[in-house]
Structures are given as structure tokens and as C-alpha cells.
């Protein structure tokens, strides 16, 4: 069962100027940021230390080369779970199209696409997420 939007992830162009845009325009602060060892960079950001939902900053053309099936055009929401193998085994069963679950070091994540391709991602835990698809 999904517990709560955990995180929005955003795509674009140039993660500086939205660091800037988001923090000196809108008063959000950066929570974290995070490289991997495949040169993925990802700034979670939030209106307030605590914040329940965050946004996450990725690089559009980095994500649309790793996964092509992604509409990097729109945000992607990030759902959190407590068991991400029951929520999987469910949506398989109702026939739901997902990815492979993945590890990551924030934890455990899957893609779903609702009825017109939109994709979607679930994580494991509902802690902070630092990654794209919020891969777990």
C-alpha cells in the first residue's frame, strides 16, 4: 500500500540556475545533494526543514538517455511504501505495468505506468530518497 507522496522529481535542464530559482525565488532550502559513481547528480530541495514532500532536481538529459521510456517533459511523483515486494506483487496481479524493483543505496524502488504511460516510481521505507526513480 502506498503511504504518501514522498518526493517530486523534476527535470532539467540545468540544475544550478533551478537550485538558484528554487532557493533565492521560491525560499526553498537544499536538504541534500548527492552524486553517484555514473555521474548522476540530484539536489533534494524543501519549502521547510521537515517537509513531508520534497522536490528532487535531476538532470533531463542524463535521465532521458538512462531511461527513454520516462516523459522527462513533466514531473514524476515518488510514492513511499512500507513493502515494496506486497505493492509490487499487487499491482502485477491487477495488471499493472511496472519495472524490475531496484536497490539502491536510499533504498529499494520500482516504475509503474498508469493507463496512459504516465510513469510513476515507489520506494521502500518512505526515509528520504536521494536518486532517480527514486531507485532504492
Known amino acids: 500500500m502506498i503511504k504518501k507522496v514522498g518526493q517530486i522529481m523534476v527535470y532539467v535542464n540545468d540544475q ?10 521560491m525560499g526553498f532550502q537544499v536538504m ?11 539536489i533534494e530541495l524543501a519549502p521547510v526543514a521537515g517537509a513531508e514532500t ?3 532536481l535531476h538532470n533531463k538529459q542524463l535521465i532521458a538517455k ?8 513533466t514531473p514524476s511523483l ?3 511504501t ?18 524490475e524493483i531496484v536497490s539502491m543505496p536510499s533504498g529499494r524502488v520500482f516504475n509503474f505506468s498508469d493507463s496512459e504511460d504516465n510513469y510513476f516510481a515507489v520506494m521502500e521505507n518512505g526515509h528520504s530518497a536521494k536518486g532517480m526513480g527514486k531507485s532504492s
Open 78 to 80: 515518488l510514492f513511499f
Open 32 to 42: 541534500s545533494e548527492q552524486n553517484n559513481e555514473q555521474g548522476m547528480k540530484w
Open 82 to 99: 512500507e513493502n515494496v515486494d506486497e505493492l509490487y506483487s499487487d499491482l502485477t496481479a491487477k495488471g499493472v505495468t511496472v519495472g
Open 16 to 25: 544550478d540556475q533551478a537550485v538558484k530559482f528554487w532557493t533565492e525565488k
Open 66 to 73: 538512462m531511461q527513454p521510456e520516462l516523459n522527462v517533459g
Open 54 to 56: 520534497t522536490i528532487i
